[in-house]
């Protein structure tokens, strides 16, 4: 796979984790990658996700309270994406990279973003675990 495939299926990817982010359709995230942070033990990766939602929309909540303005998380920008492109590191039969997204609402910046940990296959597949940074 060359660099500019490995962007270009990762960015699509990424973004379509975002816009189901930003959509609150936070049971389809389990369809486009996976978590593990947000899963306890013998939890579908669709209920760990949903927990993920569920703590989303709380912060969410909890700043619009304390600033008085709606917040939301934006529908994906690809200025917000960093592939870290050409830091892999080869593990077993895969390659792994990393990439992090700086979500926004209404343009801002929010506190915390989102990191992924993403997977090649030698037969170019690709896999990706979702976590969260505060």
């Known amino acids: 796979m060359t660099k500019e495939e490995y962007k270009a299926k990762t960015t ?6 975002v816009n189901a982010v930003s959509d609150k359709e936070y049971a389809k995230l389990a ?3 996976r978590t593990e942070s947000f899963c306890k033990d013998g939890e579908t990766q669709e209920e760990g996700f949903l ?3 569920k703590w989303l929309d709380e912060q969410l909540e909890w700043w619009e309270e304390d600033y008085g303005h709606p917040f939301v998380v934006d529908h994906f920008q690809e200025k917000s994406l960093d592939l ?10 895969e390659y792994i990279e990393t990439a ?15 990191e992924f940990d993403i997977y090649i296959k030698e037969d170019d597949t690709i896999s990706v675990v979702f976590d969260l940074n505060i």
């Open 12 to 17: 699509e990817i990424i973004k379509q984790f």
């Open 31 to 33: 369809s486009i990658m």
């Open 51 to 53: 927990f993920f939602g």
């Open 84 to 93: 870290n492109e050409g830091e892999f590191f080869k593990s077993g039969n």
């Open 100 to 114: 992090t997204y700086s979500p926004t609402s209404n343009g801002e910046q929010l506190d915390f973003w989102f």
